[in-house]
């Protein structure tokens, strides 16, 4: 349980440290607005369309009777609605950090040289490209494994009580897993932890990623708080896999501002 809180406090850091840097967010909000338009449009075409999508991929429902025929199709529908909802919240964090990851990369090592006690931050020394390309292949192979799920849960839907139980809650859970995945790769890629190694340190501190994927994951659901919570995501996750990763952190102390001249008494 310890764990638990703490990763909801890093969750809670991250938005902290973005306030204190707000110069730096309006340039973080840009690729998210960018994503969440992208993912409204496809999401607003299944909503207009899906029910036309189950009905041909079900023509052996097409003689039953009138009742049973529009609760099968309209109970697939609505669970292909929220596969596809569950399936953008996962990829809504890959697809923000590929088309930031400059300005993700920068404050990822911003957030680790105010943490490091000697002031540095971690560099993978790799062209920009080839970060892309690493970024884009690990992102790929986790929207698979995250679809794999969405599968498995999907099945397990249908299973009475349990599929109106367990199967939401299991859901948030593998949602918040593979969210704090993406976000830590920012940090866990410049020190060079590739995604299995990235995998089994994640698995190794389970409820600490809960803590902080999972009720994040939860406000993602919510409209256009995804993009504004973007920025302090990246920082929390990065303050995370250096604890992950085991490795000193300070707490900054914010700087008092400097003291304003007052005009001299008059004699």
Do not use: C
């Amino acid at each position: 349980m310890h764990d638990l809180g703490a990763g909801f406090r890093y969750l809670l850091k991250g938005q902290r440290w973005m306030a204190r840097h707000g110069r730096s967010y309006g340039f973080g909000l840009l690729p998210g607005l960018v994503t969440l338009v992208l993912y409204a449009v496809a999401l607003t075409a299944l909503a207009l369309w899906g029910e036309d999508a189950v009905t041909w991929a079900t023509p052996f429902a097409d003689g039953w009777p009138g009742p049973w025929l529009g609760l099968f199709r309209g109970f697939l529908t609505a669970v292909l609605f929220a596969l596809a909802l569950l399936l953008a919240v996962v990829t809504f964090t890959a697809v923000t950090l590929l088309i930031g990851q400059p300005f993700y990369e920068n404050l990822s090592e911003r957030v680790d040289r105010e943490a490091s006690p000697d002031g540095t931050a971690p560099e993978s020394g790799l062209p920009l490209w080839r970060e892309l390309w690493i970024s884009a292949r690990d992102s790929l192979r986790i929207v698979v494994r995250a679809a794999l799920w969405g599968v498995l849960l999907f099945a397990l839907g249908f299973l009475p009580f349990v599929g109106q139980t367990a199967v939401p809650v299991l859901g948030f859970l593998v949602t918040g897993f593979f969210l704090t995945e993406e976000l830590t790769a920012v940090a866990l890629q410049r020190r060079g932890v590739g995604l299995r190694a990235r995998l089994a340190l994640l698995r190794s501190r389970r409820t600490l990623v809960w803590g902080f994927g999972t009720p994040l994951g939860l406000a993602f659901l919510v409209p256009f708080v995804a993009v504004f919570l973007m920025p302090g995501a990246v920082a929390g996750a990065t303050l995370l896999a250096r604890d992950l990763l085991g490795e000193e952190t300070v707490t900054p102390t914010p700087q008092p501002p400097p003291p304003s001249e007052s005009p001299a008494p008059a004699r």
